[in-house]
């Protein structure tokens, strides 16, 4: 059945480091993947998605590319702000289900 | 659009007593998803509904929980004689058929006394 696996926290960075979450999928064919986004007292959001093999998500400085060859859809940005500490979710594709997530922290 | 919007924002009760939430989807959206969310936590499923029907509940929605979307609409959530472990981030959520993008509410979050 289908699986997602999610680096799990916590990550702190400094500003303007480069910062990669893993999440790696197995599916039947070729779903569409998510990464959300809960910032401190909020609900989650939708930060970026992708809804076949190499397309590539991108939104507020962060990318993702749907890699069919690893399976895998890793959240990266290239320098990080203090604004962007919040947690980051991988859901389950098709399910209702979206783990712990990753904390991530940035430091001034 | 306004959003999802969920009513309150925060409550406090004492143990034993019941309490309701409303949430208000996004306006053309016929699914409606209700979370659970305790700190450290992702979200829990607990059911949701496409139009008024309720299609899944998880096994977590103890007969205490119950929720309905009776004009497929808004969804309420009561939690009858609470527990001190029902003290949670409760979050709704809404979406399309056939799309797979839920849109979340900021949450009520709730505390047992």
């Known amino acids: 059945g289908n699986s997602v696996t999610q680096m799990e926290g916590p990550v702190t960075l400094s500003e303007e480091a480069f910062l990669t979450i893993n999440c790696t999928y197995t599916?039947?064919?070729?779903?569409?993947l998510f990464w959300y986004v809960q910032y401190p007292g909020e609900g989650l959001q939708l930060l970026l998605k992708?809804?076949?093999?190499?397309d590539k998500g991108s939104n507020k400085g962060f990318e993702a590319t749907y890699r069919k060859e690893t399976t895998s859809f890793h959240l990266e940005k290239g320098s990080v702000q203090v604004s962007d500490s919040a947690v980051y979710f991988c859901p389950r594709v098709g399910e209702l289900v979206f783990g712990k997530g990753t904390k991530l922290t940035v430091n001034p | 659009d306004t959003g999802v919007s969920q009513d309150p924002r925060h409550k406090i009760t004492k143990r034993g007593q019941n309490v309701t939430f409303r949430c208000d989807p996004i306006?053309?959206?016929?699914?409606l998803y209700w979370y659970r969310q305790t700190l450290g936590q992702g979200p829990e499923f607990l059911t949701y509904f496409q139009n008024e029907a309720q299609l899944e509940k998880s096994r977590l929605l103890s007969d205490r929980f119950s929720a309905e979307r009776p004009k497929g609409s808004f969804s309420t959530l009561e939690i009858q004689r609470t527990e001190q472990g029902d003290s949670a981030m409760y979050l709704c959520?809404?979406?399309?058929?056939?799309?797979?993008?839920?849109?979340f509410g900021a949450g009520t979050r709730l505390s047992v006394l």
């Open positions: 992708a809804t076949k093999a190499d």
């Open positions: 599916a039947t064919g070729y779903p569409s």
């Open positions: 306006s053309e959206h016929n699914r």
């Open positions: 959520a809404s979406s399309l058929t056939g799309i797979n993008i839920q849109y």
